[in-house]
T-cell receptor, first 112, second 114 residues
Framework: GESVGLHLPTLSVQEGDNSIINCAYS??????FIWYKQESGKGPQFIID?????DKRQGQRVTVLLNKTVKHLSLQIAATQPGDSAVYFC???????????FGKGTSLLVTP | DTEVTQTPKHLVMGMTNKKSLKCEQH?????MYWYKQKAKKPPELMFV???????INESVPSRFSPECPNSSLLNLHLHALQPEDSALYLC?????????????FGPGTRLTVT
C-alpha cells in the first residue's frame, strides 16, 4: 500500500489567503521529504524539502512543517496567488535510497 | 542551469511501432530516472540509473527498454506497446543515486498508443 497520502484531494482558497496542504506518512524510517508543484502539462517542480532531523524549514512564501510524532507533513503557502494553482505532491525518501514515494496529490485552486 | 529536457513533447505510436524517448541534463547529476504518470495520479518510478548503470527496474515490462549512453543522456526505447501504456513519461535527475537530494524533473513526453 501507499505510505504517503494527503488529507484533502482538492483545496480552494481565495487570492491573498494562506494555504495549508497536508500529508501523512506511515514509514517511520523515512528521513527526507519533499514537496513538488505540478502545473497542467508540465513536470513536477521542486518547491522545498526537509530532512527528518528538522521540524520546520522556510522558503520564499512557503514553509514546510514536519511532525515526526504523528508522521505528518504540511506545506504552508503565504499570500496565495493565482499562479500557485496546481497539483501539489509530497514525497518521501526512505533510508536514503533511490526512490521517492509520492503521495496522491492535492489540487490547489486559487480564486480571485 | 537546472533544466532537464525531454524530446519529443508529444508522441503518437501504433502498437507495432518502435520509438524512443530522450532525456538530457547538464547539471552534472549522476543519477537519472524514468517515471510514468497517468492522469490525476502521482508519478510512478520505472527505472533508476546511477553512474550510467541500471540500479532499479521496478518490474517494468520488457517492451520498455532504458539506455544511458553517458552521464548526461537517458533514453527509453519503446516497442510493441499497449494502449494502457499511454501516459506522461517523466525523466528526472539528481546529484547522486542515494536519496536526500532533490530530483529535478523534465516537462515529460505525452505518449499515446493507438
Amino acid at each position: 500500500g501507499e505510505s504517503v497520502g494527503l488529507h484533502l484531494p482538492t483545496l480552494s482558497v481565495q487570492e491573498g489567503d494562506n494555504s495549508i496542504i497536508n500529508c501523512a506518512y506511515s514509514n517511520s524510517a523515512s528521513d527526507y521529504f519533499i514537496w513538488y508543484k505540478q502545473e497542467s502539462g508540465k513536470g513536477p517542480q521542486f518547491i522545498i524539502d526537509i530532512r527528518s532531523n528538522m521540524d520546520k524549514r522556510q522558503g520564499q512564501r512557503v514553509t514546510v512543517l514536519l511532525n515526526k510524532t504523528v508522521k505528518h507533513l504540511s506545506l504552508q503557502i503565504a499570500a496565495t496567488q493565482p499562479g500557485d494553482s496546481a497539483v501539489y505532491f509530497c514525497a518521501e525518501n526512505m533510508n536514503s535510497g533511490y526512490a521517492l514515494n509520492f503521495g496522491k496529490g492535492t489540487s490547489l485552486l486559487v480564486t480571485p | 542551469d537546472t533544466e532537464v529536457t525531454q524530446t519529443p513533447k508529444h508522441l503518437v505510436m501504433g502498437m507495432t511501432n518502435k520509438k524512443s524517448l530522450k532525456c538530457e541534463q547538464h547539471m552534472g547529476h549522476r543519477a537519472m530516472y524514468w517515471y510514468k504518470q497517468k492522469a490525476k495520479k502521482p508519478p510512478e518510478l520505472m527505472f533508476v540509473y546511477s553512474y550510467e548503470k541500471l540500479s532499479i527496474n521496478e518490474s517494468v515490462p520488457s517492451r520498455f527498454s532504458p539506455e544511458c549512453p553517458n552521464s548526461s543522456l537517458l533514453n527509453l526505447h519503446l516497442h510493441a506497446l499497449q494502449p494502457e501504456d499511454s501516459a506522461l513519461y517523466l525523466c528526472a535527475s539528481s546529484r547522486t543515486g542515494q536519496g536526500s537530494y532533490e530530483q529535478y524533473f523534465g516537462p515529460g513526453t505525452r505518449l499515446t498508443v493507438t
